[in-house]
């Protein structure tokens, strides 16, 4: 599936919103099947492509049509928000492992700050994760202009 040059916040939001009560449950019962299906998720999505996102097709199928309009400028570049989906990989990824390895307070740990960065985005529209690729993009160039 394609995806529009642009993404529109509210959808971004919905899936965090979503994203948020799959990390309380794996929170709640410390299942790392639960984090296992979100990492998954998160690596469809950081890594194949935005448009795999179950909870973004939902949006745009379900909700999207039933809201006004979003001027382009105030939609969002996906590169920031595939990052971020790459960010909340490599959290799961140790919050499956913990838990499955019954490494219980590592799995909470990791668990516990995608649950953070995701109800940051869901209720406030903060993206920790597009911040940090915007950090890493205003770097990595300047590194390379000191090599070339």
Same mark, same amino acid.
């Given at each position: 599936?394609?995806?529009? !040059?642009?993404?529109?916040?509210?959808?971004?939001?919905?899936?965090?919103?979503?994203?948020?009560?799959?990390?309380?449950?794996?929170?709640?019962?410390?299942?790392?099947?639960?984090? !296992?299906? #979100?990492?998954?998720?998160? *690596?469809?999505?950081?890594?194949?492509?935005?448009?795999?996102?179950?909870?973004?097709?939902?949006?745009?199928?379900?909700?999207?049509?039933?809201?006004?309009?979003?001027?382009? $400028?105030?939609?969002?570049?996906?590169?920031?928000?595939?990052? $971020?989906?790459?960010?909340?990989?490599?959290?799961?990824?140790? *919050?499956?492992?913990?838990?499955?390895?019954?490494?219980?307070?590592?799995?909470?740990?990791?668990?516990?700050?995608?649950?953070?960065?995701?109800?940051?985005?869901? *209720?406030?529209?903060?993206?920790?994760?597009? #911040?940090?690729?915007?950090?890493?993009?205003?770097?990595?160039?300047?590194?390379?202009?000191?090599?070339?």
């Amino acid at each position: 599936m394609l995806m529009p !040059a642009t993404l529109d916040p509210r959808g971004v939001r919905f899936t965090a919103a979503i994203t948020s009560v799959i990390l309380a449950i794996g929170l709640v019962t410390g299942s790392w099947r639960v984090l !296992a299906v #979100q990492t998954v998720l998160f *690596a469809l999505c950081a890594f194949v492509g935005m448009g795999l996102n179950p909870w973004g097709a939902v949006f745009r199928s379900a909700v999207a049509p039933k809201l006004p309009p979003i001027p382009e $400028s105030e939609r969002e570049a996906p590169a920031p928000v595939r990052f $971020s989906q790459g960010v909340g990989f490599v959290f799961t990824v140790v *919050a499956t492992a913990g838990y499955a390895l019954e490494w219980t307070t590592l799995g909470m740990v990791a668990n516990a700050f995608a649950l953070v960065a995701a109800l940051l985005n869901a *209720a406030f529209g903060y993206c920790l994760g597009c #911040q940090l690729y915007l950090v890493l993009r205003r770097v990595v160039p300047a590194k390379q202009a000191h090599t070339g």
